[in-house]
């Protein structure tokens, strides 16, 4: 029981309880862009893994149930977070503090965080909770992206994930205690590099199927 309370009834709780839900959404970004490389295979390739993965039901029914209790917890905490941080500091937002000075990404979490938000829940609709079975996914990405309009949306989309990750990445070490001085120069190195890994990987694809299909 006192575990639970100091999760919930503390800053530091809530934080740690961030960390934890950041990480295991940033590795479920990592899968992601996993799959999200077969589609530069070709349409059979890519309908291919889609349909293996549609054959793991129900289990992926519980993978995908715990990814959004893991989304849930890590917006409502955020939230809460953030009108606490507003509350305590009323003039500017500074729930993250970097050693390094203040950035685009530290200075704008939980803005990026709701654009990302209202993104994902878009992305939803287009692509998951769609019928697949007379048109396969990747023919429904490529009509999709064969408009300019939505290319730029999803580029720019990835541009706002990037810089959520940019500082979200190093914030979650400072949160497991990982901020030595000598190690936070690996740290941020780190982040770049798993920013721009994320932020080229995913935003990629949409130009690609707008130039290549």
């Not at 590795?27 to 862009?33: I, K, S, T």
């Not at 955020?78 to 390094?100: C, S």
């Not at 979650?172 to 770049?192: A, C, D, E």
Request: glycine share 10%.
């Amino acid at each position: 029981m006192n575990w639970y309370l100091f999760i919930l009834g503390s800053s530091v709780g809530k934080k740690i309880l961030m960390a934890v839900t950041g990480l295991c959404l940033i590795g479920f970004l990592a899968v992601h862009l996993l799959g999200n490389v077969m589609a530069f295979a070709g349409s059979e390739a890519f309908n291919g893994y889609a349909a293996k993965l549609h054959s793991l039901q129900p289990y992926l029914s519980v993978f995908n149930l715990g990814l959004a209790m893991l989304g849930l917890v890590h917006v409502v905490v955020g939230t809460i977070l953030f009108f606490e941080n507003l509350k305590a500091r009323p003039t500017r937002y500074n729930l993250y503090k970097n050693p390094g000075g203040r950035t685009i990404g530290s200075n704008t979490m939980p803005y990026t965080g709701a654009l990302i938000l209202i993104f994902v829940i878009l992305h939803l609709l287009k692509f998951t909770f769609v019928d697949k079975s007379v048109t396969p996914i990747y023919q429904q990405m490529a009509a999709t992206f064969a408009n300019p309009g939505w290319v730029f949306l999803y580029v720019v989309a990835m541009i706002i994930v990037a810089v959520h990750i940019s500082h979200g990445f190093w914030s979650m070490f400072q949160t497991f205690g990982m901020n030595h001085p000598r190690y936070l120069p690996l740290i941020m190195k780190l982040g770049l590099v798993v920013t721009l890994v994320f932020g080229i990987g995913f935003g990629i694809l949409p130009i690609y199927l707008l130039i290549i299909v």
